[in-house]
């Protein structure tokens, strides 16, 4: 089971199949949706959800491990980004070219997006790393498969680690 926490002990328990198709439909949003440096800095954090490179049952992450940023204006925009994200996936966003029915997506993004969407990043715990540093942001784009890549860390997107 991977285990993506919101607050108050809110989780979203899901297999790995379900964790793969819910990365999967992130990383075709936030592909598209991703301007400002925490944007592909979270694109960052989700190429490590790959668990064709990190091991099945060994991903997910807690909304309060996230840097939110310093000021109550940077924590809207990580926020807002976020839920842009999530929106924008459970619009079906490029959902056509995945090669299977993403099952249960929509259902795990509502899910999620209510977790978000009740979240307050003035809560998180300072410094707790788990977003990578702006060093080790996503910002390389798979030419194949346009989203967003692994690099600097290695150099597949989830599309290609998964063999599409």
Do not use: I
């Not at 976020?82 to 996936?89: E, K, M, Q």
């Not at 995945?98 to 979240?119: H, I, K, N, Q, S």
């Not at 990043?121 to 967003?148: E, I, K, W």
């Amino acid at each position: 089971m991977n285990v993506f926490e919101g607050a108050d002990g809110r989780q979203l328990e899901m297999t790995n199949g379900g964790t793969a198709v819910f990365v999967d439909v992130l990383t075709l949003a936030v592909s598209t949706l991703a301007r400002e440096p925490w944007d592909f800095r979270f694109a960052a954090l989700l190429t490590r959800q790959d668990q064709n490179v990190m091991g099945r049952g060994m991903v997910g992450f807690g909304l309060a491990e996230l840097d939110w940023g310093d000021t109550p204006q940077e924590r809207a925009a990580a926020k807002g980004f976020l839920l842009r994200v999530l929106d924008l996936a459970l619009s079906r966003h490029r959902w056509e070219e995945l090669t299977y029915e993403p099952p249960r997506a929509e259902g795990y993004l509502r899910t999620y997006r209510t977790m978000v969407l009740d979240f307050d990043p003035a809560a998180a715990r300072t410094g707790a790393g788990v977003l990578p540093g702006p060093d080790q942001a996503a910002v390389a784009s798979c030419v194949r498969h346009r989203v967003l890549g692994g690099l600097p860390v290695w150099e597949d997107c989830v599309f290609c680690t998964a063999g599409v």
